[in-house]
């Protein structure tokens, strides 16, 4: 054969082997990305959650959610509706790991770490004052953790967790904020280093430096609001965001009110979100509507991921972080309207632009 034709052959493998390399992520990511585009995120829309406060009774709600597409809650107490809330919320994340490349996988278990923290706190401080809580987290290595904590003592329960990494001396006071500081900060190093597709890492890294910030916001904000002393509100940083680096949160943290310090952030992309979600916690007397604006920015910062990583990792973060908010309005509105509170109770404290 012609050695001209024989180097054509080869090249044009080469090309082909190229072109499918590149196309690779496309293909993984393909069928995740269409069906979570597909479900969508319902209850996030102001129409459809003003839908639900229309529900006369628990059973109206019920009945409402339901009958949207792969939604299923069940149970007659508040207490059962949000466990089943919750339990929908992690097999979300279940079937989408499932589904997506698996080198996501680390992140999604990582991710359910991430959710489980508040059991997990609520179970080590309930622990350490002996008191006995029932507590049933979703994550593999909590349930594991807490199994084991169940037959110790005060002292083998804080060398356990040193041990694991989750905090870093065994002094630490049940009724300081220390403990949840230290766990926020480990289940926020471990989504950072969970290991992800390269075509995703960037996504990663900036989402956890974007929930750095909001978490550290959301500190110094409930520091101001209970009036903690300067040097106990510097002890609540969790490390260094995307843009609250450690100089800045020392500073905010000596402002001598909540207006003083948001306008510290100014600068930043924070700075207006929070401003107004300041005035309207003013206008209708409720300083909750300032941490509601918090979450308001992480939406938008997952909806921005995934525009930049469409159509990889991206929208596969803002379904599972939408999802998230999602169950956290349905069970705001059971609440209420197994309480029998009135639309204009329930309503401001929904989080709704998805």
């Given at each position: 054969m012609d050695i001209i034709v024989c180097l054509a052959i080869v090249f044009s493998g080469i090309a082909v082997a190229v072109m499918v390399q590149r196309s690779l992520p496309y293909i993984r990511f393909a069928y995740p990305t269409a069906k979570a585009e597909a479900v969508g995120n319902p209850f996030l829309s102001e129409g459809v959650l003003n839908q639900l406060l229309e529900s006369?009774?628990?059973?109206?709600?019920?009945?409402?959610?339901?009958?949207?597409?792969?939604?299923?809650?069940?149970?007659?107490?508040?207490?059962?509706?949000?466990?089943?809330?919750?339990?929908?919320?992690?097999?979300?994340?279940?079937?989408?790991?499932?589904?997506?490349?698996?080198?996501?996988?680390?992140?999604?278990?990582?991710?359910?770490?991430?959710?489980?923290?508040?059991?997990?706190?609520?179970?080590?401080?309930?622990?350490?004052?002996?008191?006995?809580?029932?507590?049933?987290?979703?994550?593999?290595?909590?349930?594991?953790?807490?199994d084991q904590m169940k037959k110790l003592e005060k002292k083998e329960i804080l060398e356990l967790l040193m041990k694991k990494g989750v905090i870093t001396d065994t002094s630490v006071s049940a009724e300081s904020p220390e403990i949840d500081v230290q766990i926020d900060k480990y289940v926020l190093k471990r989504m950072y280093e969970s290991k992800v597709p390269k075509v995703a890492e960037n996504t990663k890294k900036e989402f956890v430096e974007r929930m750095t910030d909001i978490i550290n916001i959301r500190n110094i904000l409930r520091a101001k609001l209970n009036n903690l002393d300067v040097e106990k509100c510097k002890n609540l940083f969790l490390g260094e965001g995307r843009e609250v680096p450690r100089w800045k949160f020392d500073e905010m943290c000596t402002s001598k009110d909540v207006e003083e310090m948001i306008s510290r952030l100014q600068g930043t992309t924070y700075y207006e979100p929070l401003r107004q979600g300041y005035e309207d916690s003013k206008k209708y007397g409720n300083m909750e509507l300032i941490e509601i604006s918090l979450d308001k920015i992480l939406l938008r910062t997952v909806r921005d991921l995934s525009n930049k990583n469409f159509p990889f990792f991206g929208p596969l973060l803002k379904f599972i972080v939408f999802r998230y908010y999602e169950i956290r309005n349905l069970k705001v509105i059971s609440k209420g309207v197994y309480e029998r509170l009135s639309k204009d109770r329930i309503k401001p404290l929904l989080v709704t632009g998805g």
């Open positions: 006369r009774n628990i059973t109206s709600f019920k009945n409402t959610v339901n009958s949207y597409k792969d939604f299923f809650i069940e149970g007659e107490r508040i207490e059962d509706i949000h466990a089943s809330l919750d339990e929908y919320m992690i097999q979300s994340v279940e079937s989408l790991k499932k589904e997506s490349p698996k080198g996501l996988e680390e992140f999604y278990d990582r991710f359910i770490e991430f959710l489980d923290s508040h059991s997990l706190k609520s179970f080590v401080k309930s622990k350490i004052t002996g008191v006995d809580i029932d507590i049933r987290p979703f994550s593999k290595t909590f349930a594991r953790w807490i």
